[in-house]
């Protein structure tokens, strides 16, 4: 790979379930792996990210982008953010989109607005994109009890395609950590995209 390139672009959106370092998490480990990144953070998900974390991120997609890259030791231009309604953006196309996105956590509103195809923000439509164009498309959901809603949205995306890879890490590997957990599913969302990592071994390595 020519020095400053890198590897094919990963969509990563984070919306408003509880869960939000895993989402931080993941751009922080596709950043390692020399992704290139393209970050939409909703609303509901800004609000949760200042619940649950220390970290302190703005809103406009600039300033987003460059918060980010510093948080991740991220190169120039690794990180891109696109902004709620940036109809413009290359995600909003089948033509720009990226071959794989990640919603990580999702909140079961967005992926009742995805099965059903809302479209109603960037993060909708671009995983609309992803489904109409048979591209990789992996929801962490994370909710406790799920209703029949919940369960007929992810039986619907399922069959179109998409990976329903719940925000539920195992015990296992014996965590001693947060980090230990949320490194479990981390794991899981990058074996499905094919990206090598060691954030735990493989089982029966
Ligand atoms: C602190 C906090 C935690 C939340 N946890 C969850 C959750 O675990 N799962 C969920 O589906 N929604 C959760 N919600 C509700 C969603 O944020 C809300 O439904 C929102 O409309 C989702 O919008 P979005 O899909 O555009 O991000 C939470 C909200 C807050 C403020």
């Not at 996105?101 to 994109?129: H, K, Q």
Request: hydrophobic fraction near 45%; proline fraction near 6%.
């Amino acid at each position: 790979m020519a020095e400053g390139a890198f590897g094919s672009p990963v969509t990563v959106a984070l919306t408003g379930a509880s869960g939000a370092q895993y989402g931080l998490r993941l751009i922080e480990a596709l950043v390692a792996a020399n992704r290139e990144v393209w970050v939409m953070i909703s609303k509901a998900a800004h609000l949760v990210i200042s619940t649950e974390t220390e970290a302190k991120l703005p809103a406009q997609p600039e300033r987003l982008a460059e918060a980010l890259t510093e948080r991740c030791g991220a190169r120039p231009g690794q990180i891109r953010c696109f902004a709620r309604e940036d109809w413009m953006a290359p995600v909003a196309s089948g033509s720009g989109a990226p071959s794989a996105m990640v919603i990580c956590p999702c909140s079961t509103g967005t992926l009742s607005a995805v099965a059903t195809g809302a479209s109603n923000n960037l993060i909708e439509r671009a995983a609309d994109v992803a489904l109409k164009e048979r591209r990789q498309l992996i929801l962490v959901p994370r909710e406790a009890p799920l209703s029949e809603i919940h369960l007929e949205h992810m039986l619907s995306l399922t069959r179109l395609g998409a990976v329903i890879l719940p925000a539920a890490p195992g015990f296992y590997h014996q965590p001693q950590t947060v980090e230990d957990l949320i490194d479990f599913i981390v794991a899981r969302i990058l074996n499905q995209l094919g990206i090598e990592h060691r954030l735990m071994p493989r089982w029966g390595e």
